[in-house]
């Protein structure tokens, strides 16, 4: 009876509806064999992971170990102590022995009880498959769904999710973290190795294509002339196209200086044959000589007839580029034109390597222009999270609305991730790891049993003695 009652708790029956009654060690054996059969080399190095146990599991089997043995241990001594009175009620040792009697055989019920109790939650008492024991092995996927369900219910209802962010009270310790220059310089290298490492990721060809083809799209889509016609309306208005004028006059002036040989020779050689070379060369130096004196009094006279006939020019081209059907559709085909040519394809083409190589530069040097500002920016948004009720509600909103987002629109795949990994566990693994957690509790349940069984026999005992007399 010793051994059978200090074995139980350990070995007694198969787990899951096996029905067989087996060590422990010899079942974990025979798993492990029936795995290693039937999967193969991999299935077996699988299996062997889900069984094992870490070290703080290993303490804890020892701690159940040891309070079955005290439990198992109180059972037999109330046995001997029933044994014993009963001998000696016998023997005539008076009353006081019925007693002691019922008091050790109620104990002895209600630790059977609780054992059995305990028992089958584990596995069937005795290894016999009797009706509604071996719980946890049969209704593992059962208590997965429910522990799923359970955390989707009251865990990750919008309710809760929102009282429990607003209690962190993101905004402001956020702002307080990120007002720190230490954890401000942190962020922005971390931000930079990201951008660093996305720049590298992508594929030239494909950005250049996506770049080019939104880049086309965009002025296919949107007409310039109206907008080209405002801002030139505008540039004229505040004069700001005289500085262009000056310069374009003042370097003609200076390369006439330079070169009227050329305007001369060109004069002389639009000439009719028949003239003779003296005139031709007079009429060349009368053409330089007037084509100088007009550049340069048009430089040096901000008031110069010609100035004013440009302005005009301007201020009616730019009224065409607006309202005048014909002009519009002539910029509109040029537009096509020029974008369908292959050297600006492959100009925008080649903005994109320009700027990956910019700001893959600026991200790299930690004292860039780029990281600078990002810095100086998240030390100025801390400093305003920190400080400023508005913003740490606008920030505490923001994070609220994403929480919620995520949760209501992703709960049963969360909550599947709970049912589908307790499914995915060894029955039998199962089955130990959780008694290795909470058995030592329960062999609690056992000797409280007994304690409680014992002073309620001697209760009803006594009473039933005195209400006899």
């Known amino acids: 009876m010793e051994r059978t009652k200090a074995e139980l708790p350990e070995g007694a029956g198969g787990t899951g509806g096996s029905g067989g009654a087996r060590s422990a060690g010899g079942a974990g054996e025979a798993a ?35 309070m079955k043995l005290t439990a198992t241990g109180l059972l037999l001594f109330v046995a001997l102590v029933y044994v014993l009175a009963e001998w000696a009620s016998h023997r005539g040792a008076g009353a006081w022995a019925g007693y002691v009697s019922a008091a050790a055989e109620a104990g002895m019920v209600g630790a059977l009880a609780d054992w059995f109790a305990v028992t089958a939650l584990f596995r069937h008492p005795l290894g016999i498959p009797i009706p509604h024991t071996a719980i946890i092995p049969k209704k593992k996927d059962q208590l997965g769904v429910s522990l799923g369900e359970f955390v989707g219910e009251n865990f990750l209802s919008e309710a809760v999710v929102r009282q429990r962010l607003r209690a962190v009270g993101i905004g402001s310790r956020l702002g307080a973290w990120l007002a720190v220059p230490e954890h401000a310089d942190r962020v922005t290298a971390e931000l930079s190795a990201a951008l660093r490492g996305a720049l590298t990721v992508l594929r030239d060809s494909d950005v250049q294509a996506v770049v080019g083809e939104a880049i086309t799209r965009r002025a296919d889509a949107q007409e310039i002339a109206p ?57 060349g130096d009368r053409v330089y000589k007037e084509l100088l004196r007009f550049v340069t009094e048009m430089r040096d006279m901000p008031a110069h007839p010609a100035r004013g006939a440009l302005d005009r020019f301007l201020t009616d081209f730019a009224a065409d580029l607006q309202s005048d059907t014909e002009t519009r559709a002539r910029v509109e085909r040029l537009k096509t034109e020029v974008l369908g040519r292959g050297e600006v394809q492959d100009l925008i083409a080649s903005a994109w390597t320009a700027v990956r190589s910019m700001i893959v530069s600026a991200a790299e040097d930690e004292r860039s222009e780029l990281r600078l500002r990002v810095r100086a920016s998240l030390l100025s948004l801390g400093a305003r999270m920190a400080s400023d009720a508005k913003v740490q509600a606008k920030v505490d909103g923001w994070v609220e609305g994403a929480a919620v987002y995520v949760v209501t629109t992703y709960r049963k795949e969360i909550t599947s991730l709970i049912t589908d990994t307790v499914a995915g566990w060894d029955a039998e693994h199962t089955t130990k790891k959780i008694e290795a957690n909470i058995g030592r509790d329960l062999q609690f349940i056992r000797i409280n049993g007994t304690v409680v069984g014992s002073l309620a026999g001697l209760l009803i005992y006594a009473v039933s003695r005195i209400l006899g007399a």
């Open 227 to 283: 907008g080209i016609g405002k801002m030139l309306d505008r540039v004229v208005s505040d004069g700001g196209h005289k500085r262009a004028v000056d310069l374009i006059v003042s370097r003609a002036h200076d390369w006439l200086i330079l070169h009227g040989d050329s305007v001369m020779d060109a004069v002389q050689g639009g000439a009719p044959g028949w003239t003779p070379r003296f005139v031709d060369r007079k009429i």
């Open 32 to 66: 492990g064999a029936d795995t290693a059969g039937a999967a193969g080399s991999a299935g077996a190095v699988r299996d062997r992971a889900m069984t094992s146990f870490s070290p703080a599991d290993e303490v804890k089997r020892r701690g159940v170990r040891r």
